[in-house]
């Protein structure tokens, strides 16, 4: 039986809040600095201020919403994150408007993987891979439409941008997701999510972030070395990567779901592979874009699948191993830069061609999760004997 679309409808919008709330500030950074007269830097700094505690707590947010309740959690997160949208907006410095960038990271931390493992109960498992791979989409709709809705919110104030997402945050408090579906202990732990099957997950996330996903970067900086692309060229060449998850993200879910989740899994990791090896040394500036957009399909199938998986791995605390999974992703984030630019200032093309390799490691670690089943419940305890 199909779920309600206004079951789902909800989840998918605060899907989109948080990524939209995270890339919404690169377009606004001349209106903050002249708003809060303080340098480029300053305000750039409102990036990590909202990234690294969404990325910290994810660690433990999803096994604290199993215990606590997600309606609860997810009711309290949105109001955080409306509270600080607002604060954001009426801030009088720069100062004040960085601790308010870090209170909506907080908040996203506690909703996105909540929200996630919220839709895998809303649907049935038959249909799963589609309403994931719909998520992310929605999710990639949130990056790639960010700057676009930021920026015509800064032809009336820049304040808007984050006065809307703080109504329409207040509106989801009222339909917050339904509570897990319980397969365990009504208390699960954080231990329950470490398993052999989510470190081969978080492995598999972990290198397909930091070998395609967290690339952009070098895709920028490749674009100006070998073809001299303009801002706003490059803004359309790394959209195009978004763009196609989010035109895809359904149809890549379709696929999940027919295909068989590692099935799927595979695939998407040898096409994102072949298509990240030869970005070092492509020619044409128009054969450059079309692998990165080719890159950016596969990333729907990929994400549609491991994002399922992960979902499916531990039913007694789905939220946390989301939450988990996600965290890991985002380190190779993080690490992406750290690990390829080097590499890129000797050889571009060995530094794509090593990125590529680290992606298809996610093709063994796709085929072990195989033999790694998901983690049962822990039997109930015995009931006790009567007299």
Known sequence: MRPARSATL????????????????AVLIPELRDAFDASTAEIAAAIPAYLVPFALLQVGSGTIAERVGRRRVVTLAYLLYAAA?????????IHVFLLCRALQGTA?????????????????????????GTFAGVQAAGISLAPLLGGLAAEVSWRLAFVVPALVALGLVAVP??????SGPPHPSFRSVLTPRM??????????????????????????DAFGLG???????????GAAGMLLGRSAGRAVDRLGRIRAVVLAAAVCAAAVAPLGVARPAGVYAALW????AGSALLWAGLNTVALEAVPANRAGAVSVFAAAKFAGTAVAPLVWLPLY???????????????????????????????????????????
């Open 345 to 387: 200032h000797g050889s571009s093309g060995e530094a794509f061609l090593a990125a590529a390799a680290v992606t298809a490691t996610i093709v063994p670690i796709a085929l072990a999760l195989r033999r790694l089943p998901p983690a049962r419940p822990p039997a109930p305890p015995p009931a006790p004997r009567p007299g």
């Open 85 to 93: 949208s607002l604060a954001a907006a009426a801030a009088p410095g």
């Open 10 to 25: 909800p989840l998918y919008v605060g899907g989109f809040l948080g990524p939209f709330g995270g890339a919404v500030l």
């Open 108 to 132: 996203n931390a506690f909703t996105s993987p909540v929200l996630l493992a919220g839709l895998a109960d809303a649907v049935p498992p038959s249909e799963r891979g589609r309403a994931v």
């Open 293 to 296: 957009l080719l890159a950016g």
């Open 199 to 224: 470190g081969a997950l978080c492995a598999a996330g972990f290198a397909g972030y930091v070998g395609m996903t967290g690339l952009a970067f070098l895709v920028s900086l490749r674009s100006v």
């Open 231 to 241: 801002a706003t060229a490059r803004g359309l060449l790394l959209a195009a990567f």
């Open 177 to 182: 997701p339904a509570e897990g579906v319980r």
